[in-house]
């Protein structure tokens, strides 16, 4: 079992600047990389930002380049999302996602997990 737990949401003033935390727990074997996705009212979950756990490799919807930063912490298995300047259109669900190994050396299984979501709401 593994669990992604987010935390860090709120409400916020437009400009204004919110920290998002994603740990991972369980039987992890390993990491293999980490994002967050977001989803607004009425509309799909979009993609938002990943990091490689090897390398620390980074890529970031056009949306958010410039404005939000993706950091990990590999020995808390945790993962980072700065946003700065946040707009009324950030306002969304942030989920966290990992691709985690489980198991033992000897016996392994990559599997996709996912976090409930936080709140990031920005309005005046």
């Known amino acids: 079992q593994v669990q992604l737990v987010e935390s860090g949401g709120g409400t916020v003033q437009p400009g204004g600047s919110l920290r998002l935390s994603c740990a991972a727990s369980g039987s992890i074997f390993s990491i293999d990389s980490m994002g967050w996705y977001r989803q607004a009212p009425g509309k799909e979950r979009e993609f938002v930002a990943h990091?490689?756990?090897?390398?620390?490799?980074?890529n970031y919807a056009d949306s958010v380049k410039g404005r939000f930063t993706i950091s990990r912490d590999n020995a808390k298995n945790t993962v980072y999302l700065q946003m700065n300047s946040l707009k009324p259109e950030d306002t969304a669900v942030y989920s966290c996602?990992?691709?985690?190994?489980?198991?033992?050396?000897?016996?392994?299984?990559?599997?996709?997990?996912w976090g409930l979501g936080t709140q990031v709401t920005v309005s005046s």
């Open positions: 990091i490689t756990y090897v390398g620390g490799s980074t």
């Open positions: 996602n990992a691709v985690i190994t489980t198991g033992s050396y000897w016996k392994r299984a990559t599997y996709d997990y």
